[in-house]
């Protein structure tokens, strides 16, 4: 079965630095397009970035451009996020999630086009 398992959050001061993996398995992992949203309390679950199935293109959300980078590794089945410059409103449960379908052109993903979820990894940044 399809799994999505995160690590790498934790407790870190503003201005520092985090990078989350996801490890993947259950399917071909280099057919589909990979993302991370995240989720702060009381808020709604949100876009961070997303990467294509061959890694050639790559979608950000506004509020982490340029301090935020997704890559995979499609031969270790991995999906990172490294998180640079880190605010306190990035604070969160950060998820890794799957687009639904193989080869398909979506990188900036939306909630409704991902089938599966981790189970997400805490990150907190204290200011």
């Known amino acids: 079965q399809v799994q999505l398992v995160e690590s790498g959050g934790g407790l870190v001061q503003a201005g520092g630095s985090l990078r989350l993996s996801c490890a993947a398995s259950g399917f071909t992992f280099s057919r589909h397009t990979m993302a991370w949203f995240r989720q702060a309390p009381g808020k709604e679950r949100e876009f961070v970035a997303g990467?294509?199935?061959?890694?050639?293109?790559?979608a950000y959300a506004d509020s982490v451009k340029g301090r935020f980078t997704i890559s995979r590794d499609n031969a270790k089945n991995t999906v990172f996020l490294q998180m640079n410059s880190l605010k306190p409103e990035d604070t969160g449960l950060y998820y890794c999630?799957?687009?639904?379908?193989?080869?398909?052109?979506?990188?900036?993903?939306?909630?409704?086009?991902?089938?599966?979820w981790g189970q997400g990894t805490q990150v907190t940044v204290s200011s």
């Open positions: 990467i294509k199935w061959s890694a050639s293109n790559t």
């Open positions: 999630a799957r687009g639904r379908g193989e080869f398909t052109i979506v990188v900036r993903v939306a909630t409704t086009q991902v089938d599966y």
